[in-house]
T-cell receptor, first 110, second 117 residues
């Protein structure tokens, strides 16, 4: 089966940088993605890493190390609207099913 | 962009009845759809993987006879919660795969909040 671990909560100041880590265990690994979810809403796709290294998309960057089964999401220039839950998700198996991590609730404070 | 529509958004039903939730990809053909369940302040738990024209693949611990999934076409998958009970009350959300192997992106429906009285 799959298991993914993330910190449960993170608090950061507006304008700062925050890193959310994700460690995973899975077989048939294809890639790691990140999603944002506001309370009551559907998850929104942020990024995807299939290869080792850093992917940058605006204020968000995501990193993957396949050998370490580890990845992180980096959020820069934090804004109040970034307060949400963030999930890492592994893509694995023949149909590339997507299994979500435990989630990290980010609170951005003034 | 790819749009997935899920219906109904909210449903309240009596214990023992069945509820059907529809998930449609509006502007693309989704060979694979995923059904998730989410309890308050928890993660999305994958229930099953649905492939058009074949039986759904259920995750360990998910009752096949209770959560019936049908993927009759490339644009429609349905989840039926049979003989619903209060413990089935949850947020059910579908997602569709379109070039996900390349982009990594899943397209999610709006979710359906089920309350069983």
């Amino acid at each position: 089966g799959q298991s993914l671990e993330q910190p449960s909560e993170v608090t950061a100041v507006e304008g700062a940088i925050v890193q959310i880590n994700c460690t995973y265990q899975t077989s048939g690994f294809y890639g790691l993605s990140w999603y944002q979810q506001h309370d009551g809403g559907a998850p929104t796709f942020l990024s995807y890493n299939a290869l080792d290294g850093l992917e940058e998309t605006g204020r968000f960057s995501s990193f993957l190390s396949r050998s370490d089964s580890y990845g992180y999401l980096l959020l820069q220039e934090l804004q109040m609207k970034d307060s949400a839950s963030y999930f890492c998700a592994v893509h694995s198996g023949g149909y590339q099913k997507v299994t979500f991590g435990t989630g990290t609730k980010l609170q951005v404070i003034p | 962009g790819a749009v997935v529509s899920q219906h109904p958004s909210w449903v309240i039903c009596k214990s023992g009845t069945s509820v059907k939730i529809e998930c449609r990809s509006l502007d693309f053909q989704a060979t694979t759809m995923f059904w998730y369940r989410q309890f308050p302040k928890q993660s999305l738990m994958l229930m099953a993987t649905s492939n058009e024209g074949s039986k759904a693949t259920y995750e360990q611990g998910v009752e096949k006879d209770k959560f019936l999934i049908n993927h009759a076409s490339l644009t429609l998958s349905t989840l039926t919660v049979t003989s619903a009970h209060p413990e089935d009350s949850s947020f059910y959300i579908c997602s569709a795969s379109f070039q996900t192997g390349v982009t990594g992106e899943l397209f999610f429906g709006e979710g359906s909040r089920l309350t069983v009285l």
